[in-house]
């Protein structure tokens, strides 16, 4: 199963997963994701959500290129106006370990 981490806030995984060599970041440079999306998987998933603010809800991606290794973040927010290419893609890229039914 995809690893699920629970952080104070959005800054905090990001820090985590950098230094977990996840350095990429997906949400400027999401041409490779969205060009080829079944070259990634996802393997770590953070949801964080405000206390009482929609608009603060995120989930914070870590990807991880299945080629050649190259690891990377995608935060995708939840609020109308978040949606890119990349975020529309994120429920096709495969999540490691995750069983097919």
């Known amino acids: ?31 490779q994701i969205t060009a080829n999306p079944a070259n990634f998987e996802i393997v770590h998933i953070y949801r964080y959500e405000g206390d009482s603010d929609p608009d603060d809800e995120a989930t914070v991606y870590g990807i991880k290129s299945i080629s050649d290794n190259q690891k990377g973040v995608f935060v995708s927010g939840f609020a109308a106006n978040s949606e890119n290419d990349a975020a529309k893609i994120l429920s096709d890229i495969s999540i490691k370990a995750r069983k097919e039914p």
Do not use: C, P, Q, R
């Open 1 to 31: 199963m995809a690893h699920t981490y629970n952080y104070a806030s959005v800054s905090k995984a990001l820090e985590e997963l950098k230094a977990l060599g996840f350095t990429i970041d997906f949400n400027i440079n999401d041409t």
